[in-house]
């Protein structure tokens, strides 16, 4: 896509995923605008909505809600119709703390009322007892494992997803993606980065440890961003690979092997073992701080996804009036209608 049109202005009407207890964000006094609805254009296949769920047509994306970051969310879904050919053949699957399920639910159909969607509440001590303190606690909170338990959680119909973080917004057609081809073994598809120091996501303790270490022996391993995958969900459930990322978790409760959240265990399971997806479906890390002007500029070539990864947000840098140039990108799909006040 021509990064000008990036840049066209939008008329509107209007991960990872922190802990909850971490921020000093009051969601429940967040509003929302009504989003427009989007239509399917001539071309698109005739799903009946009853049947969406299940449809091998239509597209299926998968996301963690977090109230915190829901404003990121929202955005997040609004980009993801704005640019589809056959949004109303999209089916979202929400995946939300047990204890966040009946205000997110109402949130979302309130914003979105005519979406295809269904809310699976996710259990914290499902995954609380394998979490290991890492070097950011907003990485150690439960929900960002849930995508590690998608195939549990989704109904066995819905055979592959598009897993998407919230701090993103889609500047192309989702189904391009969604129709990543994945060869006859293949679970994941991911863009690769193996320019990457890949060595520097696990301690020394790993490297040392031949019978860890050998892990990657006949694997080019390169690094991928969880954020933006293609998960065949078919495959991971017959290959037990929520299982098999538990047990790295449960190593590294024992040797300390890494100090980030949940991407290790990924890249232990997965790494060297993906498709390739093209870069432009995951320009990350513009999250990166813009203290003393750190701020993150597109990587070359052309751009599909834009991945605010990283610990600056663009809605705080935005509310902030301290944004970084590429965050203006980000505020056209802002819904937030009446902002928070510390005051109120």
């Known amino acids: 896509m021509n990064h000008l049109l990036l840049l066209l202005p939008i008329t509107l009407s209007l991960f990872f ?8 964000t009051n969601t429940n006094k967040l509003k929302f605008k009504e989003a427009p609805e989007f239509y399917n254009s001539r071309h698109c296949p005739s799903i009946e909505k009853n049947d969406i769920l299940c449809s091998e047509e239509g597209v299926q994306v998968a996301m963690t809600l977090d109230r915190t970051y829901l404003r990121g969310s929202m955005a997040a879904i609004l980009s993801v119709l704005q640019h589809s050919s056959c949004p109303q053949n999209i089916f979202f699957h929400f995946v939300a703390s047990s204890n966040s399920t009946t205000l997110l639910h109402s949130t979302i159909s309130t914003t979105f009322p005519y979406l295809n969607f ?47 973080d919230s701090d993103l917004v889609l500047v192309d057609d989702i189904a391009k993606l969604a129709k990543t081809p994945l ?69 590294q409760k024992r040797m300390r092997i890494y100090e980030l959240g949940s ?15 093209d870069h432009r479906w995951n320009q990350h890390g513009l999250g990166g701080d813009n203290f003393r002007g750190l701020c993150r500029d597109l990587h070359p070539g052309p751009v599909s996804l834009l991945h605010w990864s990283g610990k600056g947000k663009p809605w705080v840098r935005l509310d902030a009036n301290r944004p970084c140039p590429l965050d203006a990108l980000w505020a056209p799909y802002d819904l937030l209608q009446t902002p928070f006040s510390l005051d109120s």
Request: proline share 8%; net charge neutral.
């Open 17 to 24: 995923t922190p802990c909850l207890s971490n921020s000093n």
């Open 118 to 164: 269904h809310l699976y509440p996710f259990r914290h001590d499902v995954v609380a007892g394998l979490i290991s303190t890492s070097i950011r606690a907003a990485l150690d909170c439960p929900l960002n494992y849930a995508r590690s338990y998608l195939p549990n959680l989704l109904p066995l119909c819905v055979k592959r997803v598009v897993y998407l």
């Open 183 to 251: 060869h006859k073994n293949a679970v994941l598809a991911a863009p690769e980065y193996c320019n990457a120091n890949f060595t520097s996501y696990f301690t020394p303790t790993f490297w040392s440890n031949p019978s860890l270490s050998l892990t990657f022996a006949d694997r080019n391993a390169c690094y991928f961003n969880t954020g933006v995958m293609v998960i065949h969900l078919e495959r991971w459930r017959l290959g037990d690979y929520t299982t098999k990322i538990e047990e790295w978790m449960e190593v």
């Open 263 to 277: 991407l290790p265990p990924f890249l232990l399971v997965f790494a060297g073992n993906i498709v390739p997806v």
